[in-house]
């Protein structure tokens, strides 16, 4: 048997930037940043006082029936919503599907968290005695488990599309996104799907999970100036915007792409997952570990290392990472480091969690596509350990055979994607 | 695929067991873990039973400290893991780090902890809420702790996938080794649910056992007279290893996990998808249905889903010598655990060359095609553990007498 390849045939994003991949497209590379204060619940004793938000979700206005919505967490609306477009942009339909190789592999950080803990806030009371802490009265919504279930982002997805391949949620934190990505690309290529619905969402602006990061100092505390708190590989970035988000890829094998003349909008080349072991949530300056997940990454698609055209960072905007991942940079590709424009989306969007590399995924296509590298915003002073080409401010005209998106996150694991144009050809 | 992988190692915390040789002596026995629960007051709750494991003491397994940082559910995986480590005679230390990962799940994370954390939050103030909440409760927690902990800088990945997390946490694993991500990948589930708001969530799932008194007769898979839902807490995690490399080192095999499948029901409601699921396990193995001597069922003790189970489990084995059983009818269903623990239970069967005998099964009900009698030793080949979940997901993953022994 042949090797299967991957192709990319359809994709959507609902970002801070608004609903639909174009708009996604107008505010990365046009560098204009999202960002606010947040509104929607006390944050008066927290350090962290803003985030970037959807604007104006409404999920029955984009097309969920009521009471589909009703039973569903924020994550869940998005994820159905934005694979419902992607599947059509694909060309995808019961008709042209069978749907019996069709799976769902999409990545979450938290999945129904915010229903979770609305729920939580209505009924919980202090225990009468110890050891129990909490008394939680009867009263709670009947769809709260499977609202807070983290699967509900690909079963639910699964089950609008009617798709009876095989369905998993990838919940690795902070890469989730592109690690859902490269199981997608693992199962196709194992031929236990021609086609997986796969990407991340989070929708964590909810008052447990801002105050989580916040506690550890992970978040920017520039509460006057949301829109320009983002600001990776800045000399003057003081932790991450809290963003939420939610990016779909269809992931199909190429053959069965061609055959139905599907749009293609680039390759899936090679992924590679590795973790630190170093630190829960701190990591060394040296970037060893994601210097080894990128080579890895190389190695398994047959890239060679001088054939990297494009970086998107993982670009927190933390002190720490933006200097592990410059680090990582510099061990993978040498003085080549120098020479490859690296940028960062979450300037623009924030750090939607396992969202976050899904949506940079995306922009990565559109890098490909359309020959432009998109800036990194909110760039102003360069920072002494961050000395590489950020793309600053300014997207710049570029012709892309191959791009790389990488994810750090929480537990030490370090995940790298490579993509190609569509016309490149794969050893 | 190619390239065989094969269990050689497991850890278990399970309700009616700590470690490998004490579970499976009481599962022979037929000792029940499910109790009443009295780590919460149940007055409230139409569920007031659980599998729960009373003799745990999470800093015989974990250093104090990290007790305190991380949730009940991961002191349960971590112990799993070393004991899994040291049945596998695994030394770490002559390992290559990168080529050791884990594939992990779970269903609810660390609630346990979280709860205190969300109780803070809400009715005393942020300030108040743990800098552990962010590392003690998402899902990946469990895979950075053993990873840091044992220095392992593999592949590590960690699902939800409701109830088949555990059956999806092996067969992924073993994907993961056979496409060249790692040469040794701890894969398991683990679950502590004992827990006032994770109970009170998991009863608008409508499944939950209401038995009242006789807990350890309560939860009857297949029975005429079952109650529903069980809940248990614990962890199972087993060693998957490429098989050269599990040879080069001389380990003992206790089953080559030779296949599986996973699929979802989409829009449809019977039984199609989990009968396409159990047989596409078996083709991917490279086996025939009449191979297959026996299947643990998922079996949760809920009319129509034990009565969905039965049909597909009869629509692929049916005209077979096949048999049925419900393991965790002694231990509660523990979730994501769960897949685990029966796939240490298929391990030891086909180690040991048994099978074990129902247990709260008095009269099968009717309406259940199945060989449930299946207490007889016997040279077994094949053990299919199959579940479903949430929203209509099946899996099913096939192991396999090890070809070390000869067949």
Known sequence: ?427 | MNGRVVITGMGVVAPNGIGKDQFWANSLAGTSGVREIDRFDTRTYGCRIAGQVEDFRATDFVERNIVKQTDRSTHMALAACSMATADAGLDLGAEDPEQVGMYFANVFGGMEFAERELYAQHRIGPDRVSAYQAIAWFFAATQGQWSIWKGLKGFGKSIVADRVGGHQALLLGALAIRQGHAKVIYAGGFEAPVVPYVFRIHETSRLLSSALGKPEQAYRPFDAERTGLVLGEGSGVVILEDAEHAEARGARVYAELAGGAITCDGRSGDEEHLARCLSEAVTSSGLRAEDVDHVIAEGIGVREHDFREAAAIARVFGGHETTVSVPKARTGHTLAAGGALDAIWAALMLSEDRLLAPVNLSQPDTGVPLKLDAHRRARLGAVVCCGSGFGGVNTAIVLRRSAEEGQ
């Open chain 1, 1 to 427: 048997m042949s090797e299967r390849r991957v192709v990319v045939t359809g994709y959507e994003a609902i970002t801070p930037a608004g609903a639909g991949a174009a708009a996604l497209q107008d505010a990365v590379f046009n560098a204009r940043p999202c960002g606010g204060p947040v509104t929607h619940f006390d944050v008066s004793r927290n350090s962290s006082q803003i985030a970037a938000a959807i604007p104006d979700f409404d999920p029955v206005a984009l097309g969920l029936e009521q009471s589909d919505a009703a039973r569903m967490d924020r994550a869940t609306q998005l994820a159905v919503i934005a694979a419902r477009a992607a599947f059509a942009r694909a060309g995808l339909s019961a008709d042209s599907v069978n749907p019996l190789r069709a799976g769902v592999c999409i990545g979450s950080a938290i999945g129904g968290t915010g229903f979770m803990e609305e729920q939580f806030r209505r009924v919980c009371v202090p225990a009468e005695q110890k050891p129990q802490w909490v008394s939680v009265g009867t009263e709670v919504d009947p769809h709260l488990y499977g609202a807070f279930l983290a699967f509900s982002v690909s079963v639910e997805v699964a089950r609008d599309l009617g798709l009876n391949g095989p369905a998993t949620t990838m919940a690795t934190g902070c890469t989730a996104g592109v690690d859902a990505i490269g199981a997608a690309e693992n199962l196709i290529r194992a031929g236990l799907a021609d086609v997986v619905i796969t990407g991340g969402v989070d929708a964590p602006l909810t008052p447990i999970v801002l105050t989580s990061f916040d506690n550890i100092r992970a978040l920017t505390r520039r509460n006057d100036a949301p829109q320009r708190a983002s600001r990776p590989f800045d000399r003057d970035r003081d932790g991450f915007l809290l963003a939420e988000g939610c990016g779909i890829l269809v992931l199909e094998e190429e053959g069965h792409a061609r055959r139905r003349g599907a749009p293609i909008h680039g390759r899936v080349l090679g992924y590679a997952s590795l973790s630190n072991a170093y630190h829960m949530t701190s990591l060394s300056p040296d970037g060893e570990a994601l210097s080894r997940a990128i080579s890895e990454s190389l190695t398994r698609a047959r890239i060679n290392v001088g054939d990297v055209d494009y970086i998107n960072a993982h670009g927190s905007s933390t002190p720490q990472n933006d200097r592990n991942e410059t680090g990582a940079f510099k061990r993978t590709f040498g003085d080549g480091a120098y020479r490859i424009p690296i940028s960062s989306t979450k300037s623009i969007l924030g750090h939607s969690l396992g969202a976050a590399s899904a949506i940079e995924s995306i922009v990565c296509l559109m890098a490909l596509e359309e020959g432009v590298v998109p800036p990194t915003a909110n760039y102003e002073t360069p920072s002494p350990d961050c000395d590489l080409d950020y793309v600053p401010n300014v997207a710049r005209e570029l012709s892309l055979r191959v791009a790389e998106c990488n994810a750090s996150g929480f537990s030490g694991i370090h995940s790298a994607l490579l993509l190609g144009h569509k016309d490149l050809r794969v050893s």
